[in-house]
């Protein structure tokens, strides 16, 4: 039976919030599952390590800014330039971009980041893994 | 939130992936896609790359013509670097996308290792993709057809055959080479098939496609029968050119790259078709390297379609342009797989199922892991053993024999922590 496979999801302390949140972001291997946790204007999100395209480790990339073309009044083009607030996750092993917010590709949303729940309890970092 | 003592899980951090990342932290997921999708099969990867810029002192020092060797070591010593004598652009190449694929231009840390260090780099690479063979091209080299000193591209073509025939291939059975032919300067072609038409670790012969000559010309009949006469494969290796005047239209990286690398095959696989030469040198075995698939049904039909209306331009045929080029060979990097009904069909049109070739490309940026071909839906089991590695073995006459250590073995020993 397939659901003998399916383990339930636990919580999962993985430290202080204060502590973590000076760091941008942290990769971890829980039980060979891996996540990765990203402390960005304030927000938590935690993304499954596995990218959409090839299932690269996309949290193990780097963080950049959202490229943007800006257009001037008349159609033209107002070159290239970077956001100023919002930024992608780059996969490291082919560069598809993910905002670290909402987890989309900035050109085809629906090629997403698979979310993992987390949250603040007194203090505490959980994830539900 | 409680957790017991015996569900304490183990927890462990992994590092960012960068340029220094060790190449078995960087593949850690394809190393375990290995294990749990393709352990029993047999893989040849037919197009992986030297970063040769990181041993170009060595390269150079083979030079065999005393004033292009000064010459280039004192560039290498100064401003030219890893670049020395050669026409790549650095400032167009921009392949990582401004560092975000940090394994474009790696350097594999291989501190306090032992051996030659891209024999140990690119064993890391095979063991982590889960490779029994590799067939290594060179990087920079890729666009010395367009050099404009022929003479340049003969001594580095000397030197860099026997870089690779003396310093690399003989360190691991594993590793295969593809001879390098100077094509601007078909007279030396011919000396050096002559020369290494026998070493064993030499499987076949690449022309970098990046470049202007027309490949019917008469000036490579020779050239063309005694390739024939040694029944290695003949690989025309695609590329990109930014000064192409057609391409300096294009302004971004992206737009140059996905026409440039279809273009140059386009070129040469339309004259060796409209010239015969498939009827004028049956024998010979064509392989075209790292342009996709897409490409394929698209010239064969338009191909097809004008040779019908214009037969007096074609004499030398007695088929269609599609049936020959079912006939040559191609490699599959980097396969467009966007949308799998359109790759479906492409891979009908042209019997993928005996003509293609997996490769790789790694570490370049757009490179494919072996999981690429055994994640496609529609394609039987005996169809991506044949991709993967059967055919290659049949084309280069390579033994199949499992060369590679379990990607079990391969996890336990680098658990991938960076
Ligand atoms: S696997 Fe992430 S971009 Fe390809």
Sequence with gaps: ?129 | MTQTPDDTPVIKELAEIGRRSDTRDVLNHATKHALNKFEDYFIVDVDAHVSEDQFWEEVLELIDNDVWKQIGLHQFGSFGGGNALLNLAPGLSQQSVGGRIGHQGRREPVEGTEGHPFVTSARRGMDALGLDYQVVFPSAMLVLGMHPQDEVEVVLARAFNRWMTEVVLPKDDRLKGLLYLPFNTPEVCEELVEKYKDDENIIGFTVCSTRNNPVHSDVYTKLYSMIEETGKPLAFHSGYHWGDPSFAQLNRFLSMHALSFTHYNQIHVTNWIINAMPERFPKIKMLWVESGLAWIPFLAQRLDHEVLMRPSEAPGLTRLPSEYMREMWYTSQPMERTDLGMLEATMKFFNAETQLLYSSDWPHWDWDAPSTITDLPFLSDQAKRNILGLNAAKLFNLPVKRTRPDSEQTLKERPGVS
């Design chain 1, 1 to 129: 039976m397939a659901a003998q496979n399916i383990k339930p999801l636990r919580d999962v302390n993985i430290g202080k919030y204060d502590e973590l949140s000076t760091r941008e972001r942290i990769v971890l291997d829980i039980d060979g599952k891996e996540v990765g946790v990203y402390f960005e204007a304030g927000e938590i999100r935690a993304w499954l390590n596995v990218c959409p395209h090839g299932g690269g480790p996309v949290c193990q990339g780097q963080i950049m800014p959202r490229t943007v073309q800006d257009v001037r009044p008349g159609g033209k083009s107002g070159g290239l330039g970077h956001h100023p607030t919002e930024r992608n996750i780059v996969c490291p092993w082919h560069g598809y971009e993910f905002g670290i917010l909402s987890g989309e590709h900035p050109i085809k949303g629906d090629v997403k980041l698979i979310p993992v729940a987390v949250r603040v309890v007194d203090g505490d970092v959980v994830l539900s893994v």
